[in-house]
């Protein structure tokens, strides 16, 4: 049974520009959450999709943004890219039911520079 | 505010021993608390959920307990491995102001075994 997915791992962008990361989930599971991971500030909750809809949201600003796809691959966006942006990014699915156990992917590393 | 926090920060032990993790939370109400290894450059992998209702969770060597009065859990690791060298990340999922299940993260307790 193949993992979480993520793409790409790695990810060099200029301050200003936006950038899209991919989060293919476990076949089968229908909820994809994400996370940003610092040294500063630890993992954080992004956001949570379940069946296309955003279901729960962190305290991120609107630059971050997301979406899910009828075959539940899940997509985030980050607009108008900032130095403190530059993060390890993970998304972990599971089958969306309360008290499951998640699956996380490898991460996008992504550099702002 | 909803916090999670872990103790020791860091810690090292000697191969063959055993150790045990704190995590303190205040999260509010409260919906599970999970324990995760992160390995160096790679994503977390899930060691054990417990509900409000359960105390004890083992999963091979590793064993979580859950105090909900106290708000505390810990994670004991018996007899060590290197392999056991990691990050281990206490996560307590709870609702947020606006009505949202949302998981708060503690910074992580980092354990080197040595041998």
């Known amino acids: 049974k193949a993992g979480v997915t993520q793409t790409p791992r790695y990810l060099i962008k200029t301050r200003g520009q936006q950038v899209t990361l991919s989060c293919s989930p476990i076949s089968g599971h229908r909820s994809v959450s994400w996370y940003q991971q610092t040294p500063g500030q630890g993992l954080q909750f992004l956001f949570e999709y379940f069946s296309e809809t955003q279901r729960n949201k962190g305290n991120f600003p609107g630059r971050f943004s997301g979406r899910q796809f009828s075959n539940s691959r899940s997509e985030m966006n980050v607009s108008t890219l900032e130095l403190g942006d530059s993060a390890l990014y993970l998304c972990?699915?599971?089958?969306?039911?309360?008290?499951?156990?998640?699956?996380f992917g490898q991460g996008t590393r992504l550099t702002v520079v | 505010k909803n916090q999670v926090e872990q103790s020791p920060q860091s810690l090292i032990i000697l191969e063959g021993k055993n150790c045990t993790l704190q995590c303190n939370y205040t999260v509010s109400p409260f919906s599970n608390l999970r324990w995760y290894k992160q390995d160096t450059g790679r994503g977390p992998v899930s060691l054990t959920i417990?509900?409000?209702?359960?105390n004890t969770k083992s999963n091979g060597r590793y064993t979580a307990t859950l105090d909900a009065d106290t708000k505390q859990s810990s994670l004991h690791i018996t007899a060590s491995q290197l392999s056991d060298s990691a990050s281990y990340i206490c996560?307590?999922?709870?609702?947020?102001?606006?009505?949202?299940?949302?998981?708060?993260f503690g910074r992580g307790t980092s354990l080197i075994v040595h041998p």
């Open positions: 996560v307590v999922s709870g609702m947020d102001g606006g009505g949202s299940y949302i998981p708060t």
């Open positions: 972990a699915s599971s089958l969306g039911r309360p008290n499951t156990e998640a699956f």
């Open positions: 417990m509900t409000f209702s359960e």
